[in-house]
T-cell receptor
């Protein structure tokens, strides 16, 4: 069965520092991978996605993620964090060919220190 | 375009009462999803529809939960009778039809349900 693990429940970084949020997945075939962001009191918004091709994908708001098949990972990165990036971040895996069931990780809450 | 619209935003009810949550997807989207978010279990897919037809309801926790999509612009999630453990934020999301997974689900702002 598909699963997604986000090992860090809560991360605090200083504004301007770099950020890496970890995501590991379990899936038999090549997964479709996603990162979503949720601001307080809001729904989720897609940051970026990986289907195939270049394993380094760029997203909105200056985020990027790298798919590493050997490590079953899809970590999210940003070189310089802004205070407005404080939110909860969710990694998700989807089944190819199906517009349906995304399995979400439990999320990583990001706090940004001034 | 308006986004996914959910109502009510907040609902407080007593155990045993019926709860109905409503969702209007983005116009032109053929897929509609209901998710539940709790601290303990995170985001769980309850059910999703394609062209108003339920495709997978395996995530619906029990018979107390039911969902309908009578037309392309409206869906309901009903809990009857409600229990305190149903307290959660319920999200509706919609997406466009394509030949492959796009992954871009457009989420509403959620309905926060508290069952006392």
């Amino acid at each position: 069965a598909q699963s997604v693990t986000q090992p860090d429940i809560h991360i605090t970084v200083s504004e301007g520092a770099s950020l890496e949020l970890r995501c590991n997945y379990s899936y038999g075939a090549t997964p479709y991978l996603f990162w979503y962001v949720q601001s307080p009191g809001q729904g989720l918004q897609l940051l970026l996605k990986y289907f195939s091709g270049d394993t380094l994908v760029q997203g909105i708001k200056g985020f990027e993620a790298e798919f590493k098949r050997s490590q079953s990972s899809f970590n999210l990165r940003k070189p310089s964090v802004h205070w407005s990036d404080a939110a909860e971040y969710f990694c998700a895996v989807g089944e190819g060919g199906s517009q349906g069931n995304l399995i979400f990780g439990k999320g990583t809450k990001l706090s940004v220190k001034p | 375009d308006a986004g996914v619209i959910q109502s009510p935003r907040h609902e407080v009810t007593e155990m045993g009462q019926e709860v109905t949550l409503r969702c209007k997807p983005i116009s032109g989207h053929d897929y509609l999803f209901w998710y539940r978010q709790t601290m303990m279990r995170g985001l769980e897919l309850l059910i999703y529809f394609n062209n108003n037809v339920p495709i997978d309801d395996s995530g619906m926790p029990e018979d107390r939960f039911s969902a309908k999509m009578p037309n392309a612009s409206f869906s309901t999630l009903k809990i009857q009778p409600s229990e305190p453990r149903d307290s959660a934020v319920y999200f509706c999301a919609s997406s466009r039809p394509t030949g492959v997974v796009t992954g871009e689900l457009f989420f509403g702002e959620g309905s926060r349900l508290t069952v006392l």
